[in-house]
T-cell receptor
Framework: KQEVTQIPAALSVPEGENLVLNCSFT??????LQWFRQDPGKGLTSLLL?????REQTSGRLNASLDKSSGRSTLYIAASQPGDSATYLC????????????FGKGTLLTVNP | EAGVTQFPSHSVIEKGQTVTLRCDPI?????LYWYRRVMGKEIKFLLH????????ESGMPNNRFLAERTGGTYSTLKVQPAELEDSGVYFC??????????FGEGSWLTVV
C-alpha cells in the first residue's frame, strides 16, 4: 500500500528566500508523481508532473525532482513571493495512464512580505 | 473552456439525511474521478469512471456511498444515510488519458 509523507507540515519564510519542500513515498512502482497547489477554499492546481522515467521538471521558479530508488521527491521554489503562500501537495500515481493518486497531507507555506 | 464544476459548494445536513453531490467534468474528458478529504487526513481516492463505466471503485468507504455517471457526462455521488464521519471535502477531477488531471473546487460537506 502506497503511503506519501510530506515534510515539513508547515513552513514560514521571508519573501525572496529559496525553499525546498520534501515528499517521500513507500512504493517506488509509480507511474508518475505530481505536485499540486491548493489555495484556501479552492481546488487543486497541478504545478508539475514528473514521469517515472524523468529526474526533474521545471516551470518558471519551480523545480521538482524525482528519485524513485530512494522514494523521494522535492519541490524547489526560487525567490519566493507572498503569492506563493498556499498548501503544496505531493501525489504519487500508481494507476498507470489513468490517475489513482495517493496524496500526502501537504505543506502549508507562508511567505511573509 | 470551463473547468470541472461541482455542486453544491457547501452543504450542511443532519445525520441520517441524504446528500447528492454533482460533478460536471471538462467537456470531452472520458475519465472522471472522485476524491475526498476528511478532517485531519490526506486526500484519498474514491473511484474512477471511464465514460459511464466504473473502472475502479476500490476507495469507496462503504455501501452508503453510491456514484453514478449516466451517459458518460456528469456524475453524482450520493451519501445515504450520512454519518458524522462523512464530513469533509469531496473533490471531483477529470482527465483525458495521459494528460493533465484537473480538479474542481470541491463540495464541502458538514454532517451535524
Amino acid at each position: 500500500k502506497q503511503e506519501v509523507t510530506q515534510i515539513p507540515a508547515a513552513l514560514s519564510v521571508p519573501e525572496g528566500e529559496n525553499l525546498v519542500l520534501n515528499c517521500s513515498f513507500t512504493d517506488s512502482a509509480i507511474y508518475n508523481l505530481q505536485w499540486f497547489r491548493q489555495d484556501p477554499g479552492k481546488g487543486l492546481t497541478s504545478l508539475l508532473l514528473i514521469q517515472s522515467s524523468q529526474r526533474e521538471q521545471t516551470s518558471g521558479r519551480l523545480n521538482a525532482s524525482l528519485d524513485k530508488s530512494s522514494g523521494r521527491s522535492t519541490l524547489y521554489i526560487a525567490a519566493s513571493q507572498p503569492g506563493d503562500s498556499a498548501t503544496y501537495l505531493c501525489a504519487a500515481n500508481s494507476g498507470g495512464s489513468n490517475y489513482k493518486l495517493t496524496f500526502g497531507k501537504g505543506t502549508l507555506l507562508t511567505v511573509n512580505p | 473552456e470551463a473547468g470541472v464544476t461541482q455542486f453544491p459548494s457547501h452543504s450542511v445536513i443532519e445525520k441520517g439525511q441524504t446528500v447528492t453531490l454533482r460533478c460536471d467534468p471538462i467537456s470531452g474528458h472520458d475519465n472522471l474521478y472522485w476524491y475526498r478529504r476528511v478532517m485531519g487526513k490526506e486526500i484519498k481516492f474514491l473511484l474512477h469512471f471511464v465514460k459511464e463505466s466504473k473502472q475502479d471503485e476500490s476507495g469507496m468507504p462503504n455501501n452508503r456511498f453510491l456514484a453514478e455517471r449516466t451517459g458518460g457526462t456528469y456524475s453524482t455521488l450520493k451519501v445515504q444515510p450520512a454519518e458524522l464521519e462523512d464530513s469533509g471535502v469531496y473533490f471531483c477531477a477529470s482527465s483525458q488519458t495521459r494528460n493533465t488531471i484537473y480538479f474542481g473546487e470541491g463540495s464541502w460537506l458538514t454532517v451535524v
